[in-house]
């Protein structure tokens, strides 16, 4: 059975950048969980980043703070210990929480810190999907499923 890479604040994790998290209580992820098919990860905190930390978010090709902080670096970081993580666990596919600097899989917002969201893709979701692992939001449980079979 494949395994699912799933971001860890999905799974009621507090590492989001306000300490809090975005649990996602569905009968998918009980089924996941229950079967031992899930590898909880959080990109911006494997790649060094502290709970909480401001919110940061793509501004052309950097990561920065709502303050101008540069953390690009710790993004890059914690995307390629994700792809690393599915390699050494040959995980096909990933569960990201959707509008994340790292993991957003459809929308991000858009690099004003505004609040304002545009189409596009976190970090760490753009590189799992361009080494062949398929990439779902929370937003796409259904096809998920349907993917795992």
Same mark, same amino acid.
């Given at each position: 059975?494949?395994?699912?890479?799933?971001?860890?604040?999905l799974l009621?994790?507090?590492v989001?950048?306000? &300490?809090?998290?975005?649990?996602l209580?569905?009968?998918? *992820?009980?089924?996941?969980?229950?079967?031992?098919?899930?590898?909880?990860?959080?990109? +911006?905190? $494997?790649?060094?980043?502290p *709970?909480?930390?401001?919110?940061a978010?793509? %501004?052309?090709?950097r990561? %920065?703070?709502?303050?101008?902080?540069d953390?690009? $670096?710790?993004?890059?970081? &914690?995307?390629?210990?994700?792809? $690393?993580?599915?390699?050494?666990?040959?995980?096909?596919?990933?569960l990201?929480?959707?509008?994340?600097?790292?993991?957003?899989?459809?929308? *991000?917002?858009?690099?004003?810190?505004?609040?304002?969201? %545009?189409?596009?893709?976190?970090?760490?979701?753009?590189?799992?999907?361009?080494? &062949? *692992?398929?990439v779902?939001?929370? +937003?796409?449980?259904p096809?998920?499923?349907? $993917?795992?079979?």
């Open positions: 059975m494949d395994k699912v890479l799933v971001s860890s604040c009621g994790q507090p989001r950048y306000d &300490g809090k998290t975005q649990t209580r569905h009968p998918l *992820i009980s089924q996941l969980i229950a079967q031992r098919r899930v590898v909880s990860f959080c990109p +911006e905190v $494997a790649g060094g980043l *709970i909480p930390r401001e919110p978010e793509i %501004v052309e090709s990561i %920065v703070t709502g303050n101008g902080v953390v690009s $670096a710790e993004f890059a970081r &914690g995307a390629k210990l994700a792809l $690393a993580q599915c390699q050494a666990n040959n995980i096909r596919f990933a990201l929480k959707e509008s994340s600097p790292s993991c957003g899989r459809n929308t *991000i917002y858009d690099g004003t810190h505004s609040g304002r969201k %545009v189409m596009g893709m976190g970090w760490t979701a753009q590189l799992l999907e361009q080494n &062949g *692992i398929r779902f939001s929370e +937003e796409q449980l096809v998920l499923n349907k $993917a795992l079979g």
